[in-house]
């Protein structure tokens, strides 16, 4: 089992920055490819960024890439989420994501992953 608890999100204004946290707690964090996604109203959830289990490899959607970056502190069970030059389109519920039989990333779809956080809420004012 593994339990993942994300934090950060916001109302920030076009071109602003935000860092989402996500706390993970039970399997050994260390040995999986984490993942973001997020889901607009009226939209799938979609893959937003991937790290793999060491912190090294990064994958990125083309709609976020250059302006978001995925990172992993395994020391702390965390994997962040850095998005700078926010647009009113990246609003939506963004999604932590733990993918354990994969310790490489690429763009996940939805139903590869094992478990699924909260979600917390970024709005993008223009």
Do not use: H
Request: aromatic residues 12%; positive net charge; glycine residues 8%.
């Amino acid at each position: 089992q593994v339990q993942l608890v994300e934090s950060g999100g916001g109302l920030v204004q076009a071109g602003e920055s935000l860092r989402l946290s996500c706390a993970a707690s039970g399997r050994s964090f260390s040995s999986y490819a984490m993942a973001w996604f997020r889901q607009a109203p009226g939209k799938e959830r979609e893959f937003v960024a991937a790290v793999s289990w060491i912190g090294r490899s990064t994958v990125y959607a083309d709609s976020v890439k250059g302006r978001f970056t995925i990172s992993r502190d395994n020391a702390k069970n965390t994997v962040y989420l850095q998005m700078n030059t926010l647009k009113p389109e990246d609003t939506a519920v963004y999604y932590c994501a733990a993918v354990l039989s994969v310790s490489t990333p690429r763009r996940f779809r939805w139903d590869e992953i094992d478990y699924w956080g909260q979600g917390t809420q970024v709005t993008v004012s223009s």
